[in-house]
């Protein structure tokens, strides 16, 4: 059984008379353990299909099986419990609150869970440390680089070990060397065993994964597997430490 399988999904809105798919009848498999990407250009539906895979928003027609269960109808509070047990997000701009240093910044996820303080600090510095940035844990985020911050959002996106990680657009903030690490950072989770999927406008970005999901006017475009020589291609230049 796939970790998450979609079946006729579809998005649609409405204004006045007019009818507009968003999605159109998408059905895909996530396996558990995959590293892939979901790669079309603005407009093309991609971050839709994300935000259903996500459970931060409902289809209008189809099914959705998250982890072996039947999801496609929860209410908002059962999504958002959803997101907080079994999803974890990467996003472009990071979103770190400046008020709060790196390590509170990892454990707002459990705090929400009802995690205590202790095992709060004690998982926030394990994930810190497996993104190689348990050194930063009391900075605040304006004092690190672009890179830092988005290792520092990548641990948070681990802190309460999720089925599955989305990460939209992770390197777009970050220049192409930077960029680079981070790939090679997720490369690394992936081969731990990590479910990782990277959601990108950029084919050299979408080509550092085994497989690739081709969004274009709401529909699946194509399957693409890919060789590990995409990832061979990231590894091969060298990104620098972040």
């Known amino acids: 059984m796939a970790l998450v399988e979609l079946r006729n999904v579809s998005k649609i809105y409405r204004l ?5 798919r968003a999605l159109d009848d998408v059905s895909l498999d996530i396996e558990e353990g995959e590293f892939i990407s979901i790669i079309g250009p603005s407009g093309s539906g991609k971050s839709t299909l994300m935000h259903i895979l996500g459970c931060l928003d409902s289809p209008t027609q189809g099914t959705i099986k998250l982890d072996g269960v039947m999801i496609q109808n929860a209410g908002a509070r059962e999504l958002a419990a959803i997101r907080n047990r079994k ?8 979103n770190l609150l400046p008020k709060l240093n790196v390590l509170q910044n990892v454990e707002l996820p459990m705090i929400y869970s009802g995690i205590s303080g202790k095992e709060r600090h004690r998982r926030a510095l394990e994930a810190l440390e497996s993104v190689d940035l348990a050194n930063r844990a009391r900075h605040r985020p304006s004092q690190l680089s ?26 777009g903030n970050l220049d192409s060397h930077t960029g680079d690490a981070i790939l090679q950072l997720f490369r690394k989770l992936s081969q731990a ?5 990277l959601v ?18 709401g529909k699946v475009a194509t399957r693409v ?3 590990l020589a995409g990832l061979d291609r990231v590894a091969a230049k060298g990104a620098p430490a972040l």
């Open 225 to 227: 597997d890919l060789t």
């Open 200 to 217: 990108t406008h950029d084919p050299e970005i979408a080509a550092v994964t085994p497989r690739r999901i081709e969004i274009r006017d």
């Open 193 to 197: 065993g990590r479910t990782i999927v």
């Open 87 to 94: 999803i974890g997000f990467v996003f472009q701009f990071f």
């Open 16 to 20: 006045g008379e007019e009818e507009i």
């Open 146 to 171: 672009g890179g830092q911050q988005q290792r520092a959002a990548i641990a948070r996106a681990l802190v309460n070990n999720p089925r599955i990680i989305f990460a939209d657009e992770p390197t």
